[in-house]
């Protein structure tokens, strides 16, 4: 069975801390992202990554960096967090597509919330 | 700009038939997708159409119509584990993903 694994489920942190989401995907795909989720909003793309060390902005990268040291994990940091970051954060692998990263199904992982006090 | 649409929440009995619609205006259109998610839980993949017409697989079917802009999923013979958000996403000509906020469906017995 494919799997995307995110570290944590639930975080609270305080404004200012920094702030690490961990993503692991067993599946050997190439391309894998960040995803936060809202509500009333459909997601909307931080990240995304093609390739180890290769990584490519998304819709609202500002605030946010990644790392893909290795193929299996893609990790998201918030170098400093602050409350309007209080969300779900969708981690998500595709293999290779002719039509580009996003043509095929998404996997994704079961989520991490956080809270920033 | 670009707008996916779909309801927020629609509430159908135990047993019955449900269409959930999902209409959209983007920059050019290279598919649709459906993905289902339960409270909690990851996103999981429902169904892909880029061709006009309906798609079948087992109670789920997935509709097209590239000409006006509109998709639908119809959930046949609902059962109480239906409950979850279903989420309409278009592939736009870009290969960018553009996401409706999703539909709460609330499964009554």
């Known amino acids: 069975d494919v799997k995307v694994t995110q570290s944590s489920r639930y975080l609270v942190k305080r404004t200012g801390e920094k702030v690490f989401l961990e993503c692991v995907q067993d599946?050997?795909?190439?391309?894998m992202f960040w995803y936060r989720q809202d509500p009333g909003l459909g997601l909307r793309l931080i990240y995304f990554?093609?390739?180890?060390?290769?990584?490519e902005k998304g819709d609202i990268p500002e605030g946010y960096s990644v790392s893909r040291e290795k193929k299996e994990r893609f990790s998201l940091i918030l170098e400093s967090a602050s409350t309007n970051q209080t969300s779900m954060y969708l981690c998500?692998?595709?293999?290779?597509?002719?039509?580009?990263?996003?043509?095929?199904?998404?996997?994704f992982g079961e989520g991490s919330r956080l809270t920033v006090l | 700009g670009q707008n996916i649409d779909q309801p927020t929440e629609m509430t159908a009995t135990e047993g019955a038939i449900v269409q959930i619609n999902c209409t959209y205006q983007t920059s050019g259109f290279n598919g649709l997708f459906w993905y289902q998610q339960h409270a909690g839980e990851a996103p999981t993949f429902l169904s892909y159409n880029v061709l006009d017409g309906l798609e079948e697989k087992g109670r789920f079917s997935s509709f097209l119509s590239r000409s006006k802009g509109y998709s639908y999923l119809l959930l046949k013979e609902l059962q109480m584990k239906d409950s979850a958000s279903y989420l309409c996403a278009v592939l736009d000509s870009n290969y960018q993903l553009i996401w409706g906020a999703g539909t709460k469906l609330i499964i009554k017995p």
């Open positions: 990554s093609y390739d180890v060390k290769m990584k």
């Open positions: 599946m050997d795909h190439e391309n």
């Open positions: 998500a692998s595709t293999p290779p597509t002719s039509g580009g990263p996003l043509s095929g199904e998404l996997f």
